[in-house]
């Protein structure tokens, strides 16, 4: 279904540093939640800071299928501009950690 919309999606992603710790709970969630509301979820709270790397639209390079290619993609994606989301829910998930500890 993604990658059959993907023509629809913007490419990059129209986000600021800070955008998703408002669309996020404090705390780690006590329960799971049902299949159709968590793909609901990413839709609204995680896509709109999401790199579309595979758009037929995209000005830079697609992301590659080999281990060195994974690789790399992995650590250029901790920079913001390259993956808002990926930075955002880092962050957030390190202090939902670190505030259980205290």
Not at 2 to 9: C, F, G, K, T, V
Not at 27 to 44: L, M, N, Q
Request: glycine share 4%; with cysteine.
């Amino acid at each position: 279904d993604y990658l059959e919309q993907i023509e629809s999606r913007q490419v990059f992603p129209d986000v600021e540093p800070g955008y998703l710790r408002p669309l996020i709970p404090d705390s780690a969630p006590e329960e799971g939640k049902i299949y159709d509301d968590i793909i609901k979820d990413v839709e609204r709270v995680i896509m709109p800071g999401v790199t579309h790397w595979h758009s037929p639209f995209f000005a830079y390079f697609p992301t590659g299928n080999s281990y060195p290619a994974l690789l790399a993609d992995m650590l250029f994606v901790l920079r913001f501009a390259v993956c808002a989301r990926t930075v955002e829910s880092s962050h957030i998930q390190f202090a939902w950690k670190h505030i259980e500890e205290l």
